[in-house]
């Protein structure tokens, strides 16, 4: 039960990036969904990744103290 969870968790995760991937490539070069082989699979997962990727840390703590703190 628990592999069987972690597969359905494993499958959202790579449909969203999927997605991610397919929108962030430009609206002239995307394939239609019937046409994608398993290369271009890999692709638009490769630049969801990176797409997620880019948005960088979300935690919105500073690393570095305010100029003006420092000891």
């Not at 997605?19 to 394939?31: E, L």
Request: glycine share 10%.
């Amino acid at each position: 039960m628990d592999l069987l969870i972690l597969f359905i968790i494993g499958v959202c995760f790579t449909t969203i990036v999927f997605f991610v991937g397919r929108f962030a490539c430009p609206r002239h070069d995307r394939v239609p969904l019937m046409e994608v082989d398993h290369v271009l699979l890999w692709t638009t997962l490769r630049r969801g990744w990176h797409a997620l990727g880019a948005l960088g840390p979300m935690n919105g703590i500073a690393d570095d103290p305010p100029e003006g703190r420092r000891a």
